[in-house]
């Protein structure tokens, strides 16, 4: 997989991650912006996860039960433990996309894909997921709702 510069992830999610944020953990050590990266970040958590879509909806067609498995992995990393960058790439029988976002505790948003498929995935806390493809050919939607684990 090809990865992005998890540097300019943590650049861009620091002020984020900072802002008015008050708690009991001591000070993250004090690294150079520009020598940031998802291994050296002061905390740090290898993502391996499970999905199981059981329902699949297409653009405006009823939807239908369907067993879709995908497996997510990759790693994390931050300024604290609660708020980090995630750099993933989910595996499907089809194809494997690298997803990018954020974790805030369990929850996760990641994106990714290509501009002919665009995918976006929400995981809350509790385990409940969304995973939808955009798709600019035509365009239409595929929706899934599971869990990821």
């Known amino acids: 997989m090809r990865w992005l510069s998890p540097a300019v992830l943590l650049v861009c999610a620091a002020p984020a ?36 879509f059981i329902t699949e909806c297409v653009e405006d067609e009823p939807c239908t039960e369907v067993e879709f498995t995908p497996e997510i992995t990759g790693n994390a990393g931050g300024l ?35 501009f ?5 995935l929400s995981i809350t806390n509790g385990g409940a997921t969304r995973y939808t493809v955009h798709y600019a050919e035509g365009p239409f939607v595929i929706s899934y709702l599971g869990t990821c684990n």
């Open 116 to 120: 002919a498929a665009r995918h976006l």
């Open 17 to 52: 991650l900072a802002q008015g944020v008050e708690t009991d953990e001591p000070p993250a050590p004090d690294i150079p912006v520009d020598s940031l990266t998802l291994d050296n970040a002061p905390f740090r958590q290898d993502i391996k996860m499970s999905c199981n």
């Open 80 to 114: 604290t433990p609660d708020d980090l960058v995630v750099q993933s790439e989910m595996v499907t029988d089809a194809e494997t996309i690298e997803l990018l976002g954020v974790k805030s505790g369990k929850s996760y948003s990641l994106s990714g894909g290509t």
